[in-house]
Nanobody, 125 residues
């Protein structure tokens, strides 16, 4: 199994930046693709970004493309989501997830086998 723990969330103002971190433990982290998802109150969990096992490929939701950057450091068993130019509509609980299909860049929740507990991001206007 892979255990994932997110951190770095908080309360910020519109236009600010935050960097979320995802710490992995358990099985070899580089065997997994990583995705970030988010869930706002009353809404379904939605895809934000994904990164392949070696960081060579990335994929973003259109709503965050150009503002968010996903990255990973396999030596440290970490993944990151740098969020710039935050908007109130980015307010949500953010989750990282691991996908055993390490070459894939899936936007589908069902493709991810392991999930963290989430970290709250609140953007005020």
């Amino acid at each position: 199994q892979v255990q994932l723990v997110e951190s770095g969330g908080g309360l910020v103002q519109a236009g600010d930046s935050l960097r979320l971190s995802c710490a992995a433990s358990g099985r070899t982290f580089s065997n997994y693709g990583v995705g970030w998802f988010r869930q706002a109150p009353g809404k379904e969990r939605e895809f934000v970004a994904a990164i392949s096992w070696n960081g060579g490929s990335t994929y973003y939701a259109i709503t965050v493309k150009g503002r968010f950057t996903i990255s990973r450091d396999n030596a440290r068993n970490m993944a990151y989501l740098q969020m710039n130019s935050l908007k109130p509509e980015d307010t949500a609980v953010y989750y990282c997830a691991a996908d055993a299909a390490k070459y894939a860049l899936s936007s589908q929740r069902g493709d991810y086998e392991y999930w963290g507990q989430g970290t709250q991001v609140t953007v005020s206007s």
